[in-house]
């Protein structure tokens, strides 16, 4: 991800990040990522991704601006 960051930051781009909290204990970040959602995360993990796909719309129809005053709100949760 860090090389494909690096090339492409030369010429300017947009990209959508999702938090993902802070792993349990010591647990290394990247094991984190990779594991599976649990059943008791699906609700959370639904919304997130929905969340995603209305920031990509906002982005490709109304624009970077608009996105990132949408997109950069926290939700309710």
């Known amino acids: 991800m860090e090389s494909i960051i690096e ?4 010429s300017g781009f947009s990209r959508l990040r999702i938090g993902i909290g802070r792993p349990p204990g010591r647990m290394d970040p990247a094991d984190y990522v990779l594991e599976d959602f649990s059943a008791a995360e699906a609700p959370t993990v639904e919304e997130v991704l929905g969340r995603g796909v ?3 719309h906002c982005l490709l129809t109304r624009g970077l601006e608009e996105a990132m005053t949408l997109c950069n709100t926290a939700s309710a949760a």
């Open 54 to 56: 209305e920031c990509l």
């Open 7 to 10: 090339r492409l930051a030369a």
